[in-house]
């Protein structure tokens, strides 16, 4: 498929997070179930879910495909091995901490909760670990609400930033996939708040972990009642922007999707054009071209095109199918306000070709959206047009509006030459009062 963007993705995402994807690509048959089965394969083969593994192993024979899976009997029972020697060391752990006068116990400070622990419980930094170990080892096996569980407390106790980093992202991906989207949502602005302060080896390291960061959340966002807020909120911002522009210019169709279909966030669409524009010639697809033809080029006809090859692009795409219906319903009403803007008297019928519809439903929804967005205007019926009222504002009204501002900003000047001149003065009245051994 032309826009599909699962390649450009995937070397940002973790191999767990992949499988939803190539499952969605499958279902809605982008392409050949064979060539699908076989990425699933070799993704899965790097995992330790030997039940899956098997599962594709035989769809591939059945196929006609002879797997190179190796002996999966005598890897199942490594696996198994592996599971219990983690499960004993980590059970240690967890019955003290989950011992009741522990839990009374422990305070908010990691140190002295480690302290408490080694001198009544011997426990060391390395008993710690196995917590992390278990839950890394859980998560590779496919249990992710264990592997949720054992890293959360992993966090709870350990010192080490670095494990606490990346059992922070493990916890993230186990929610995600899980689909716990409430627990996910705060794992996602802690993660970016740890991003944000933690002091990495180089600018390059930080700006690699936004990246990945950015295509994780798209999980979260798209999923939750507030991610279209949070996404909107969080790619403005100078650093993810930034991210976006140098990294994943990619990304820019699920920021547009998140404004168009966020009314709340229409302010914001100056700055998304902006952009659009300026990275046009690093990527653009039917999404961002339809902005482009809409904002800049004001080419109605490009924008119709444009807007019917979007359908074909959210269908397709793991993230923006769920918002397909709403994406261009809020797309039609940018094309309305626009057009209407620019023209004073229109006809029905035209508007309603621009629009993609039906002269009649065309003119039905016309007409709700006038009187739903209280439009001043009226509909002439016999000529079947709308008649659009121009507020014109008097030259007094306009003088007002830029001057409102000038006597708030004539004081704080004012303000400001007065401290700078009071300063002056005590500097040389100080300078008056002691002056220099050089000077004396």
Not at 72 to 93: M, S, T
Not at 160 to 173: C, I, P, Q, Y
Not at 261 to 288: A, C, F, W
Request: hydrophobic content about 40%; proline content about 3%.
């Amino acid at each position: 498929m032309t826009y599909d963007l699962t390649s450009r993705m995937i070397p940002f995402l973790d191999l767990h997070l992949v499988f939803p994807l190539l499952e969605f690509l499958l279902i809605e048959e982008l392409y050949t179930p064979v060539t699908l089965l076989e990425a699933r394969y070799e993704l899965a083969k790097k995992t330790n879910m030997i039940d899956f593994i098997e599962k594709l192993d035989d769809d591939l024979k059945d196929a006609g495909v002879i797997p190179a899976g190796g002996d999966l009997i005598k890897r199942r029972e490594d696996i198994l091995e592996q599971l219990q020697n983690a499960q004993f060391e980590a059970q240690k752990v967890m019955d003290v901490i989950e011992n009741p006068d522990v839990i009374a116990a422990l305070r908010q400070d990691k140190l002295q909760n480690l302290q408490f622990l080694k001198d009544n419980y011997g426990m060391t930094p390395e008993m710690i670990q196995t917590l992390y170990t278990l839950g890394q080892f859980q998560y590779s096996c496919g249990n992710y609400g264990g592997a949720a569980d054992m890293l959360y407390h992993y966090r709870v106790l350990s010192t080490d930033d670095n494990l606490n980093l990346s059992a922070l992202w493990g916890k993230l991906a186990s929610e995600i996939l899980v689909g716990n989207w409430e627990v996910a949502y705060e794992a996602i602005q802690e993660l970016k708040e740890t991003i944000d302060k933690t002091h990495f080896p180089s600018p390059l390291h930080q700006l690699e972990q936004r990246t990945w960061f950015i295509h994780w959340s798209l999980f979260v966002f798209f999923n939750h009642p507030k991610g279209g807020d949070a996404l909107v909120d969080l790619f403005f911002q100078p650093a993810y922007i930034n991210t976006i522009q140098t990294s994943c210019p990619w990304i820019l169709r699920y920021l547009t999707a998140a404004v168009i279909t966020n009314r709340r966030r229409k302010n914001l669409l100056k700055d998304l054009v902006k952009v659009i524009e300026h990275e046009s010639y690093q990527y653009r697809d039917p999404v961002t071209e339809f902005v482009e033809a809409l904002y800049i080029n004001f080419d109605f006809d490009l924008a119709k095109q444009k807007l019917i090859e979007c359908e074909k692009v959210l269908e397709g795409d793991f993230f923006l199918v769920s918002i397909q219906e709403e994406f261009i319903q809020n797309a039609r009403c940018f094309v309305s306000e626009t057009y209407c803007r620019i023209h004073q008297k229109i006809d029905i019928a035209e508007l309603s070709q621009t629009l993609n519809m039906s002269k009649e439903d065309g003119e039905k929804w016309i007409v709700n959206l006038i009187r739903d967005t209280r439009v001043d205007a009226k509909i002439d019926y016999q000529e079947n047009t709308v008649l659009m009222n121009t507020n014109t504002t008097s030259v007094y009204q306009q003088i007002i509006e830029r001057t409102k501002g000038l006597s708030f900003r004539s004081q704080v000047l004012a303000t400001s030459i007065d401290k700078r001149e009071a300063a002056q003065a005590k500097a040389i009245a100080h300078e008056k009062n002691h002056p220099s051994s050089e000077a004396a």
